[in-house]
């Protein structure tokens, strides 16, 4: 079991130019496993640490465009689906190994091994990898695909002399992990705190602050008070936070647009569902605006399809419906619904109601589920909503159990999302062959201005079929203490450049 | 050697039902595992074979037994790490803030009881035994909270949460400050109802007809109730204390999620969530033994202090 290894001030290695105060970041959420075997790092605090213990080939850049990180360079040959990478020659693992062709090529054969319960996101393309020499090592690909470089080449890089012949699914390292990224590991307490201490000789340069605390906290009240009290100097905010955070002097709130939005998925199996002005008169009955306004304070914005302003394949000329209760009310006449003796419309006998699902622990969607559900009364609509647990949720998304579902889509790395919109899909099962067309097409081009022009066009015509009852994106709210200088946002980890953030204003 | 074969059975089947009502709670680890945007049957399929979960119910329970019989509890699917290993991490904060809770209580909850009891129908007698149902009646989330408004927020003198200051664990006075709110709030509606069952075991026994004699023999009050009444009432107090021990482990739960207290309870919540089984199952097996064990102590104790339990 491994302890916390040192006491501070001790710490700081002898080779580190001077002792600098530790930053301590706050989380509510614990990782599970720190290797990166377990999944690509995101941009939730839950992710930092293993965004910094491990480094990959390449990073995902704030412009979504990719650069070097292990991997100096790479070509890229036979029309996408050979990659030759050139690693840094000085790049060692922290136990002083250097990496070497061989780690990559265990690391993907690991990473889509079932018994290493990893995901293998990114890498389903990959046929062989090939050692050339020990700074060099190429891909084959079954077939070209944008999402390899991206997400396949932002996966960590594990030790395979650590880690050869182990059971990948629950071994030590998965508590002790040992990458080659800007940090190490010196102390996990579960439950409690995560420690990381700079290396002072990494390849990429030296990290500016030299000790990193990961910090477990059990809500999101006691976070504020951590922030207010100097403890915690970085922490995830909720709109609702503002207006203590704001307050609290020392601490700056960084705004960021996000990729991820929120919607109403309508179940197709349910004939009201199959009425495409049924769908458009619900979106127009909900002031998306209004919510926006009030319920995020302004710190976000309504979405009209499945990509926000922060991706870089959003179209913003696509179809929109604003609020217009009347036209609502038209549309729904129209389609055969007419008002009952209630006010719920009625056809043939049925009530135009449906149930809403959402997950007990999106807080915010529920309060603004609840604006549109009085908003939807008012054009005869019956909206219900019910709160579940995640386990129950999941579970009833994936048996069709639904009349509709609201929860956060989140497409990080990569504007695709096959898995939720082509035909067959478990998410309300939507089918268009002509949308399938485009999301196939969308995944073998590589090219980005291609990929914008696909991506752009499936926006619009989800948009033109209301598709999804699209609501809105909520802003990342980050706390940075102000003398914190060098945080920049990125569309997909926050965490991406931590070993240049120095303190000082 | 029958006390042995009971507690067997007992485990057993507590184990069974714990399986058993774990797998009728919808969702599954595969699909929490996999994260909600790259749910697809083929992917959960892997997963389920992975894990074993695609094999029958009864299979999996035969299969979970041999390996337990073997000493192998199985793996987190979270942690990604033994499930033994994950929950031994954590027993330790659980049996600090429990053991000394469970001390604290013992020693406030017998104390008032006797003081009632010796002053019974007095002010003080009245003042402690509706402040007891006062306290029992509070729930233990409220009472929590209570105190880390009063102690961390208004006073600003206490922690609110966690287990020591960070890069501070070795030190022992910084991790007991952040022990008195927990201990606090956990042992209070046990020492409260301990109080009120003390008291009224002993005025159950101070009315019986030996201490009458005792007093018309002249024993002085104080001896009569610390050495007479006191033994005899021993009995019911002490499984009152044995059956509170196992409430400990129920209370854990709600008082290490709201201290965030990195112990059992938070574990077992999370895990809930999770759906981790291997953790749950190791967690409820560790529950068992300590209240089973907690019985058998109880049984014993009572023996020592009475000898005629012994002879039944």
Known sequence: ?505 | MRRVVEVTLTLGALILAVFLVLRLAPGGPAQLLLGPDRFTPELEERVNHTLGLDRSLPEQVVRWVRAVCAGELGTSYFHRRPASQVVLERLGATLILGGLAFGLSLVVGLSVGVLAAARQGSWVDRLLSHGAVAVIATPSFWLGIGLILLGSVWLGILPSAGLAPIGQEGDLGARLRYLILPVLTMAASHAASLALYTRSALLEVLASDFVRTARAMGTSARRILWRHALSAAAVPIITMAALNLAHFLEGSIVVETVFGWPGIGQLTTASVARRDYPVLLVISLWAGIVVVTANLMADLLTRLVDPREAEE
């Open chain 1, 1 to 505: 079991m491994l302890g916390l290894v040192s006491a501070p001030g001790t710490a700081v290695p002898a080779t580190s130019p001077a002792p600098s105060r530790p930053l301590v970041l706050g989380s509510l959420e614990e990782p599970g496993s720190l290797s990166a075997l377990a999944d690509l790092p995101h941009h939730f605090p839950g992710d930092m640490p293993q965004t910094l213990l491990f480094d990959s080939l390449i990073q995902y850049l704030p412009d979504g465009s990719v650069g070097p990180k292990l991997a100096r360079r790479w070509e890229i040959g036979a029309g996408g689906t050979i990659y030759t990478f050139h690693l840094a020659s000085n790049a060692r693992f922290h136990d002083g190994r250097p990496v070497t062709a061989e780690n990559v090529q265990f690391t993907v054969a690991a990473a889509r091994d079932p018994a290493a319960q990893s995901s293998d996101e990114g890498l389903e393309a990959v046929e062989t990898v090939e050692v050339l020499n020990p700074q060099t090592v190429r891909f084959r690909l079954k077939y070209a695909t944008p999402r390899f470089l991206t997400e396949g080449g932002s996966r960590g890089i594990v030790p395979m002399h650590l880690l050869a012949g182990k059971d990948l699914g629950r071994d030590p390292f998965n508590r002790q992990p040992v990458g080659s990224g800007p940090y190490r590991l010196v102390g996990f307490t579960p439950g409690q705190s995560i420690v990381l201490d700079a290396v002072p000789d990494h390849y990429r340069g030296a990290p500016k602050i030299s000790r990193a605390v990961f910090k477990i906290l059990p809500d999101q009240n006691v976070i504020l008070t951590q922030l207010r009290a100097g403890e915690i100097q970085y922490a995830l905010l909720e709109p609702r936070d503002l207006p203590v955070a704001e307050r609290i002097l020392g601490v700056r709130v960084l705004e960021v647009p996000a990729t991820r939005f929120y919607d109403i998925t309508p179940n197709f199996q349910r004939p009201y569902w199959q009425d495409r002005r049924v769908r458009e008169a619900v979106l127009r009955g909900i002031d998306r605006e209004g919510i926006v306004k009030r319920l995020l304070g302004g710190r976000g914005q309504v979405v009209h399809s499945n990509a926000t302003p922060a991706s870089w394949a959003y179209n913003p000329d696509v179809p929109r419906y604003p609020y217009d209760p009347g036209r609502a009310q038209a549309l729904l006449g129209e389609a055969g619904w007419l008002p009952g003796a209630d006010g719920v419309r009625e056809k043939a006998g049925q009530r135009l109601g449906f149930a809403v699902m959402v997950k007990n622990v999106d807080r915010t969607l529920e309060q603004a589920l609840v604006v549109a559900q009085q908003q939807l009364r008012q054009v005869g609509v019956e909206m219900r909503i019910e709160r579940l647990e995640t386990g129950v949720f999941t579970a009833r998304m994936r048996e069709g159990q639904f009349d509709a579902l609201s929860r956060i889509w989140n497409p990080v790395y990569d504007p695709d999302q096959s898995v939720l919109y082509r035909t067959g899909n478990l998410y309300g099962g939507y089918n268009n062959p002509e949308v399938d067309a485009l999301l196939a097409k969308g995944l073998t081009v590589t090219d980005r201005a291609s990929r914008k022009r696909i991506y752009g066009e499936i926006q619009r015509l989800l948009a033109q079929d209301v598709a999804r009852l699209y609501l809105y994106s909520e802003n990342e709210l980050h706390a940075v203490a102000t003398d914190l200088s060098g945080v920049k946002p990125h569309p997909v980890n926050l965490f991406w450049n931590l070993p240049e953030w120095a303190w000082g204003r």
